[in-house]
């Protein structure tokens, strides 16, 4: 069901509904390298395989350390759990390992799932949105959570329809925006996280929005939204 570019190697994740030898909802595989249509029984792992989860998507980010070269770890989420991978099938430096992660939260909406810069992977978990740093994973959205889960004034987040929900990251101001739909599969309400500040502004559309993507435009530095309407 996911699928990402990493390190030269395409990589699905949740490879089918039912397990065989080599694929399942817990699966891993990647191909050869720079050869999408190799795909080596051996670069294939089972993740957990029977916890009665399933795969919900993939991130990756660099982690810097002083005096270390940079090197791109890539995260693999669960609806209740995530696993960071680092090195590749067969690599030795650095050694492919897959660790799972010191939390219980994972992803319910995959293209939630972006990498914000200096910061960590974002995403919508079943508690909220989660930033995980590479160490520590954090509930950021604990000031919306009425309008994530609803209460006796506000309306919550269509949770049946997340896997529509879509999220980018914008670098100038640096925001988190994801759209989630309110009722059915449509978009029209805005979470949008300042990177910086640290704070949430929520918008709420009085039209759906069934995507989004981010397009820089090439006569002016800034970043765009854009989003293309059902009306």
Same mark, same amino acid.
């Given at each position: ?38 795909? &080596? ?23 810097? #350390?002083?005096?270390?070269? &940079? ?54 978990? #079943? ?24 209460? #006796? ?17 914008? #670098? ?33 559309? &009085? ?25």
């Amino acid at each position: 069901k996911h699928h990402t570019l990493h390190q030269g190697f395409y990589w699905v994740w949740n490879t089918a509904k039912l397990s065989t030898a080599a694929d399942g909802n817990s699966s891993l595989r990647s191909s050869d390298l720079n050869n999408p249509n190799s795909w &080596p029984l051996a670069s294939q792992i089972f993740i957990d395989k029977d916890d009665g989860d399933v795969g919900m998507g993939m991130g990756q980010f660099t982690i810097a #350390e002083t005096g270390i070269s &940079p090197t791109t770890s890539q995260i693999l989420f669960k609806r209740r759990s995530a696993y960071q991978m680092t090195g590749v099938f067969g690599s030795t430096n650095p050694a492919f390992a897959i660790q799972k992660t010191k939390s219980d939260m994972g992803c319910v909406a995959p293209h939630t799932i972006q990498f914000a810069p200096g910061f960590g992977l974002i995403r919508l978990t #079943e508690r909220g949105f989660a930033l995980f740093d590479g160490v520590d994973d954090k509930l950021i959205s604990e000031e919306v959570r009425p309008l994530l889960f609803g209460n #006796e004034v506000y309306q919550g987040v269509d949770w049946a329809h997340l896997d529509g929900a879509s999220a980018v990251v914008t #670098e100038n101001p640096p925001l988190y925006l994801a759209l989630c739909p309110l009722s059915g599969a449509g978009l029209s309400r805005v979470f949008c996280y300042d990177l910086v500040r640290r704070a949430w502004t929520v918008l709420q559309y &009085p039209f759906q929005v069934s995507t989004v993507a981010l397009h820089y435009h090439t006569d002016d530095p800034t970043h765009l939204l854009l989003g293309d309407f059902n009306d």
